[in-house]
Protein backbone atom coordinates (compact mmCIF):
# COMPACT_ATOMS: atom_id res chain seq x y z
CA UNK A 1 0.00 0.00 0.00
CA UNK A 2 1.76 3.02 -1.14
CA UNK A 3 1.82 5.98 1.27
CA UNK A 4 0.34 9.68 0.50
CA UNK A 5 2.96 12.16 0.34
CA UNK A 6 1.82 15.95 1.76
CA UNK A 7 3.21 18.40 0.75
CA UNK A 8 5.14 21.08 2.19
CA UNK A 9 2.48 23.52 2.35
CA UNK A 10 -0.48 21.23 3.42
CA UNK A 11 2.12 19.80 5.88
CA UNK A 12 2.18 23.65 7.48
CA UNK A 13 -1.82 23.93 7.09
CA UNK A 14 -2.55 20.86 8.74
CA UNK A 15 0.12 22.23 11.75
CA UNK A 16 -1.84 25.24 12.25
CA UNK A 17 -4.91 23.56 12.54
CA UNK A 18 -3.31 21.25 14.91
CA UNK A 19 -2.05 23.99 16.95
CA UNK A 20 -5.20 25.93 17.51
CA UNK A 21 -7.48 23.22 18.05
CA UNK A 22 -4.66 21.84 20.87
CA UNK A 23 -4.44 25.22 22.37
CA UNK A 24 -7.51 23.96 25.10
CA UNK A 25 -4.71 21.26 26.36
CA UNK A 26 -2.98 24.38 28.55
CA UNK A 27 -4.82 27.00 30.46
CA UNK A 28 -4.38 29.90 28.04
CA UNK A 29 -7.06 32.71 27.34
CA UNK A 30 -10.23 31.96 25.65
CA UNK A 31 -10.09 33.18 22.01
CA UNK A 32 -6.18 32.84 21.83
CA UNK A 33 -5.29 31.90 18.44
CA UNK A 34 -1.49 30.52 17.24
CA UNK A 35 -0.01 31.82 14.23
CA UNK A 36 3.27 30.47 12.17
CA UNK A 37 6.38 32.69 12.84
CA UNK A 38 9.26 29.62 12.26
CA UNK A 39 10.08 26.42 10.07
CA UNK A 40 12.88 24.87 10.58
CA UNK A 41 13.60 21.34 12.55
CA UNK A 42 10.00 22.10 14.29
CA UNK A 43 7.33 24.33 13.49
CA UNK A 44 6.61 27.08 15.96
CA UNK A 45 3.43 29.17 16.70
CA UNK A 46 3.13 32.58 18.27
CA UNK A 47 0.48 32.08 20.57
CA UNK A 48 -2.29 35.28 21.11
CA UNK A 49 -4.75 36.66 23.29
CA UNK A 50 -4.99 40.27 24.23
CA UNK A 51 -2.64 41.06 27.39
CA UNK A 52 -1.19 37.42 26.44
CA UNK A 53 1.60 35.70 24.75
CA UNK A 54 3.33 32.61 24.48
CA UNK A 55 5.18 30.30 21.93
CA UNK A 56 4.18 27.03 20.75
CA UNK A 57 6.62 24.33 19.28
CA UNK A 58 5.09 21.76 17.10
CA UNK A 59 7.96 18.75 17.25
CA UNK A 60 9.38 17.37 13.71
CA UNK A 61 7.64 13.86 13.48
CA UNK A 62 10.30 11.35 14.19
CA UNK A 63 12.84 14.10 15.00
CA UNK A 64 13.31 13.48 19.10
CA UNK A 65 11.46 11.01 21.56
CA UNK A 66 9.76 12.12 24.30
CA UNK A 67 12.44 11.05 26.42
CA UNK A 68 14.78 13.35 24.36
CA UNK A 69 12.08 16.16 24.90
CA UNK A 70 12.19 15.67 28.26
CA UNK A 71 16.00 15.63 28.95
CA UNK A 72 16.60 19.08 26.92
CA UNK A 73 14.14 20.42 29.21
CA UNK A 74 15.23 19.58 32.26
CA UNK A 75 18.43 20.88 31.34
CA UNK A 76 17.25 24.37 30.29
CA UNK A 77 15.62 24.33 33.51
CA UNK A 78 18.73 23.25 35.46
CA UNK A 79 20.77 26.38 33.61
CA UNK A 80 18.15 28.43 34.24
CA UNK A 81 17.90 27.62 38.16
CA UNK A 82 21.39 27.21 38.75
CA UNK A 83 24.08 27.68 36.24
CA UNK A 84 23.48 31.27 35.50
CA UNK A 85 22.50 31.17 32.09
CA UNK A 86 18.63 32.27 31.47
CA UNK A 87 16.05 30.31 29.57
CA UNK A 88 12.55 30.66 28.52
CA UNK A 89 9.90 29.18 30.87
CA UNK A 90 7.47 26.10 30.15
CA UNK A 91 3.84 25.93 30.37
CA UNK A 92 2.88 23.02 32.10
CA UNK A 93 -1.21 21.11 30.16
CA UNK A 94 -4.07 21.37 31.93
CA UNK A 95 -2.95 17.33 32.82
CA UNK A 96 0.46 18.96 34.21
CA UNK A 97 2.60 17.30 31.60
CA UNK A 98 4.96 19.86 29.78
CA UNK A 99 4.90 17.67 26.81
CA UNK A 100 1.83 17.46 24.86
CA UNK A 101 0.82 15.63 21.96
CA UNK A 102 -2.23 15.85 19.40
CA UNK A 103 -3.06 14.80 15.55
CA UNK A 104 -5.56 16.43 13.32
CA UNK A 105 -7.06 14.70 10.23
CA UNK A 106 -4.54 14.49 7.84
CA UNK A 107 -1.52 14.40 9.85
CA UNK A 108 0.10 10.81 9.53
CA UNK A 109 1.02 11.14 12.84
CA UNK A 110 1.24 12.35 16.71
CA UNK A 111 3.02 15.55 16.97
CA UNK A 112 4.69 16.56 20.58
CA UNK A 113 4.01 19.94 21.78
CA UNK A 114 5.33 22.43 24.30
CA UNK A 115 4.41 25.64 25.20
CA UNK A 116 7.43 27.78 26.30
CA UNK A 117 7.07 31.70 28.13
CA UNK A 118 7.09 34.52 25.68
CA UNK A 119 10.54 35.97 25.81
CA UNK A 120 10.78 39.70 24.54
CA UNK A 121 13.91 41.12 22.41
CA UNK A 122 14.89 41.11 18.31
CA UNK A 123 17.08 38.80 16.76
CA UNK A 124 20.41 40.31 16.51
CA UNK A 125 21.16 41.96 12.83
CA UNK A 126 24.61 39.86 11.37
CA UNK A 127 24.67 43.62 9.06
CA UNK A 128 25.68 45.79 12.52
CA UNK A 129 28.57 45.05 14.67
CA UNK A 130 28.05 42.28 16.25
CA UNK A 131 30.92 42.14 18.50
CA UNK A 132 28.92 42.82 21.98
CA UNK A 133 26.73 40.60 21.75
CA UNK A 134 29.37 37.99 20.45
CA UNK A 135 31.41 38.68 23.68
CA UNK A 136 28.21 38.28 25.53
CA UNK A 137 27.35 34.80 23.46
CA UNK A 138 30.97 33.48 24.58
CA UNK A 139 30.86 34.29 28.30
CA UNK A 140 27.15 32.45 27.67
CA UNK A 141 28.49 29.90 25.95
CA UNK A 142 31.31 29.59 28.93
CA UNK A 143 28.59 28.85 31.88
CA UNK A 144 26.67 26.35 29.73
CA UNK A 145 29.86 24.45 29.63
CA UNK A 146 30.57 25.00 32.89
CA UNK A 147 27.30 23.37 34.10
CA UNK A 148 26.92 20.87 31.72
CA UNK A 149 30.55 19.45 33.34
CA UNK A 150 29.02 19.80 37.05
CA UNK A 151 25.56 18.56 36.10
CA UNK A 152 24.41 15.38 37.10
CA UNK A 153 22.44 14.15 34.09
CA UNK A 154 18.99 12.48 34.96
CA UNK A 155 19.37 8.73 34.66
CA UNK A 156 18.24 7.54 31.53
CA UNK A 157 19.48 11.31 29.75
CA UNK A 158 18.61 10.84 26.09
CA UNK A 159 20.37 13.43 23.68
CA UNK A 160 21.52 13.46 20.21
CA UNK A 161 25.36 13.78 19.76
CA UNK A 162 26.77 15.98 17.49
CA UNK A 163 30.26 14.36 16.57
CA UNK A 164 32.43 12.88 13.29
CA UNK A 165 29.94 10.50 12.90
CA UNK A 166 26.80 12.21 13.04
CA UNK A 167 28.41 14.32 9.71
CA UNK A 168 30.31 12.03 8.08
CA UNK A 169 29.10 8.43 9.23
CA UNK A 170 26.97 6.10 7.51
CA UNK A 171 24.09 7.55 8.92
CA UNK A 172 24.65 10.86 9.41
CA UNK A 173 21.52 12.78 11.35
CA UNK A 174 21.17 15.40 8.63
CA UNK A 175 22.01 13.45 5.61
CA UNK A 176 24.48 12.97 3.16
CA UNK A 177 26.19 16.91 2.19
CA UNK A 178 26.87 15.22 -1.66
CA UNK A 179 23.07 14.89 -1.87
CA UNK A 180 22.86 18.73 -1.20
CA UNK A 181 22.01 20.97 -4.29
CA UNK A 182 24.74 22.55 -6.36
CA UNK A 183 27.51 19.91 -5.04
CA UNK A 184 28.97 19.16 -8.46
CA UNK A 185 32.06 16.99 -8.98
CA UNK A 186 34.67 20.25 -8.51
CA UNK A 187 32.56 21.16 -5.08
CA UNK A 188 32.82 17.62 -4.28
CA UNK A 189 36.50 17.18 -4.78
CA UNK A 190 37.37 19.95 -2.43
CA UNK A 191 35.08 19.08 0.05
CA UNK A 192 35.94 15.56 -0.13
CA UNK A 193 39.85 16.73 0.84
CA UNK A 194 38.17 18.80 3.49
CA UNK A 195 35.75 15.94 4.77
CA UNK A 196 39.33 13.94 5.68
CA UNK A 197 41.51 16.94 7.28
CA UNK A 198 38.26 17.87 9.84
CA UNK A 199 38.04 14.06 10.62
CA UNK A 200 42.36 13.94 10.95
CA UNK A 201 41.93 16.78 12.59
CA UNK A 202 39.13 16.30 15.23
CA UNK A 203 40.33 12.68 15.93
CA UNK A 204 43.67 14.27 17.04
CA UNK A 205 41.76 17.05 19.09
CA UNK A 206 39.65 13.67 20.80
CA UNK A 207 37.18 13.79 23.60
CA UNK A 208 38.38 14.98 26.51
CA UNK A 209 35.53 16.14 29.14
CA UNK A 210 36.73 19.43 29.20
CA UNK A 211 36.46 19.42 25.22
CA UNK A 212 33.61 17.42 24.72
CA UNK A 213 29.81 17.14 26.68
CA UNK A 214 26.33 18.38 26.68
CA UNK A 215 26.38 22.03 24.37
CA UNK A 216 23.13 23.51 22.75
CA UNK A 217 24.65 22.71 19.43
CA UNK A 218 22.38 25.89 17.64
CA UNK A 219 23.80 29.28 19.39
CA UNK A 220 23.06 30.84 15.88
CA UNK A 221 21.72 34.63 16.00
CA UNK A 222 18.47 33.17 15.09
CA UNK A 223 18.14 31.54 18.57
CA UNK A 224 19.18 34.64 20.39
CA UNK A 225 17.24 37.16 21.61
CA UNK A 226 18.53 40.83 22.44
CA UNK A 227 17.12 43.98 24.55
CA UNK A 228 17.98 46.32 26.87
CA UNK A 229 19.09 43.17 29.91
CA UNK A 230 21.12 41.74 27.43
CA UNK A 231 21.29 38.72 25.20
CA UNK A 232 19.06 35.48 25.87
CA UNK A 233 19.56 32.18 24.37
CA UNK A 234 16.62 30.03 23.42
CA UNK A 235 15.46 26.89 21.70
CA UNK A 236 17.39 24.10 23.31
CA UNK A 237 15.89 21.61 20.91
CA UNK A 238 19.58 20.85 18.98
CA UNK A 239 21.36 20.43 22.41
CA UNK A 240 23.10 17.33 22.61
CA UNK A 241 26.55 15.84 22.91
CA UNK A 242 29.74 17.54 21.13
CA UNK A 243 32.94 19.35 21.20
CA UNK A 244 32.12 22.94 23.63
CA UNK A 245 33.72 24.83 20.60
CA UNK A 246 30.83 23.58 18.33
CA UNK A 247 28.93 26.22 19.87
CA UNK A 248 31.16 28.83 18.34
CA UNK A 249 30.41 27.16 15.04
CA UNK A 250 27.16 27.18 15.38
CA UNK A 251 26.88 30.62 15.95
CA UNK A 252 27.85 32.04 12.51
CA UNK A 253 25.37 29.24 11.13
CA UNK A 254 24.88 30.27 7.55
CA UNK A 255 27.37 33.49 7.74
CA UNK A 256 30.87 31.72 8.13
CA UNK A 257 31.90 34.08 4.78
CA UNK A 258 30.87 37.20 6.73
CA UNK A 259 34.09 39.42 6.55
CA UNK A 260 32.94 40.06 11.04
CA UNK A 261 33.20 36.84 11.24
CA UNK A 262 36.84 37.11 12.89
CA UNK A 263 36.01 40.42 15.39
CA UNK A 264 33.05 38.13 16.26
CA UNK A 265 35.43 34.75 16.89
CA UNK A 266 37.79 37.26 18.94
CA UNK A 267 34.71 38.74 20.76
CA UNK A 268 33.61 35.41 21.58
CA UNK A 269 36.65 34.13 23.31
CA UNK A 270 37.00 37.01 25.18
CA UNK A 271 33.80 36.82 26.43
CA UNK A 272 34.30 32.69 27.02
CA UNK A 273 37.52 33.20 28.47
CA UNK A 274 35.97 35.95 31.09
CA UNK A 275 34.01 32.52 32.17
CA UNK A 276 36.17 29.92 31.72
CA UNK A 277 39.74 28.96 30.82
CA UNK A 278 40.55 28.19 26.92
CA UNK A 279 43.79 27.57 25.15
CA UNK A 280 45.49 29.04 22.83
CA UNK A 281 45.81 25.58 20.99
CA UNK A 282 42.39 24.91 21.84
CA UNK A 283 41.06 28.23 20.28
CA UNK A 284 43.56 27.76 16.79
CA UNK A 285 41.14 24.65 16.82
CA UNK A 286 38.01 26.58 16.21
CA UNK A 287 37.91 26.31 12.13
CA UNK A 288 37.60 22.63 12.36
CA UNK A 289 34.51 22.78 14.01
CA UNK A 290 33.17 25.80 11.91
CA UNK A 291 33.84 23.49 8.47
CA UNK A 292 32.45 20.37 10.36
CA UNK A 293 29.21 22.58 11.38
CA UNK A 294 29.26 24.06 7.88
CA UNK A 295 29.46 20.86 6.21
CA UNK A 296 26.56 19.60 8.70
CA UNK A 297 24.36 22.87 7.10
CA UNK A 298 24.99 21.60 3.85
CA UNK A 299 23.89 18.45 4.36
CA UNK A 300 20.72 19.70 6.32
CA UNK A 301 19.99 22.26 3.01
CA UNK A 302 19.39 19.03 1.01
CA UNK A 303 17.60 17.05 3.14
CA UNK A 304 15.34 19.59 4.04
CA UNK A 305 15.26 21.64 0.93
CA UNK A 306 10.97 21.41 0.86
CA UNK A 307 11.14 24.00 3.74
CA UNK A 308 11.68 28.02 2.59
CA UNK A 309 14.45 28.51 4.51
CA UNK A 310 16.53 25.84 2.92
CA UNK A 311 14.93 26.76 -0.38
CA UNK A 312 16.32 30.12 -0.33
CA UNK A 313 20.01 29.25 1.11
CA UNK A 314 20.55 26.94 -1.35
CA UNK A 315 21.67 28.85 -4.27
CA UNK A 316 25.35 29.32 -3.70
CA UNK A 317 25.43 27.64 -0.93
CA UNK A 318 27.38 25.03 -1.99
CA UNK A 319 30.16 27.05 -3.88
CA UNK A 320 30.57 29.22 -1.01
CA UNK A 321 31.41 25.94 0.75
CA UNK A 322 33.56 24.87 -0.90
CA UNK A 323 35.53 28.08 -1.21
CA UNK A 324 35.46 28.52 2.70
CA UNK A 325 36.98 24.43 2.27
CA UNK A 326 39.32 25.63 0.22
CA UNK A 327 41.02 28.20 2.64
CA UNK A 328 41.03 26.36 5.38
CA UNK A 329 42.72 23.29 3.41
CA UNK A 330 45.32 26.51 2.90
CA UNK A 331 45.20 27.33 6.04
CA UNK A 332 45.68 23.92 8.25
Not at 14 to 38: C, F, K, Q, Y
Not at 133 to 140: K, T, V
Not at 181 to 190: A, L, M, Q, T, W
Not at 303 to 330: C, K, N, V, W
Request: include cysteine; hydrophobic fraction near 40%.
Amino acid sequence: MQTEVISHTETLRLLERLANRSLTLWHVPAGATARLINVSENTTFLVEAPGYRSVLRVHRQDYHSRKAIECELAWADSLNDEGGVTTPGVFPGRDGQRIQSGIVPGLPARRFMVLFHFVDGVEPDPDDDPTGHFRELGAIAARTHLHSISWPRPPGFERLIWDADAVFGPDPTWGNWRDAPGVDSEIRNVLERVETKVKTRLLAFGKDPGRFGLIHADMRLANLLVDDTGTRLIDFDDCGFGWYLYDFAAAISFIEDNPRVPAMRAAWVEGYRQVRALSDGDAQEIDTFVMLRRLALLAWIGSHIEAPEPRALAPGFARITARLGQDYLDAT
